[in-house]
């Protein structure tokens, strides 16, 4: 169980980290620092779902109100 998301969080490092030398060696250390930081939370949140656990999303609430219009336009 801890194989995958390890496995995962490995090739997205290496991967993360090549992105971030080319960017720090072009003087762009500003975009470095946001494309790790959002590479971090996208590999947080990815080995979560491989891994298999739930976590809450923002979607519920638009789901909700979503749900209703869509399914009375498809009952016409």
Known sequence: MFILPTLYIFCLGAFTFIQIRR?????EKREAWIYGLSMTVSAAAGSLLIAGIEFPTFVLPYKIVF??????????
């Open 23 to 27: 960017l720090w060696s072009r003087n």
């Open 67 to 76: 749900e209703s219009i869509g399914k009375s336009i498809l009952s016409r």
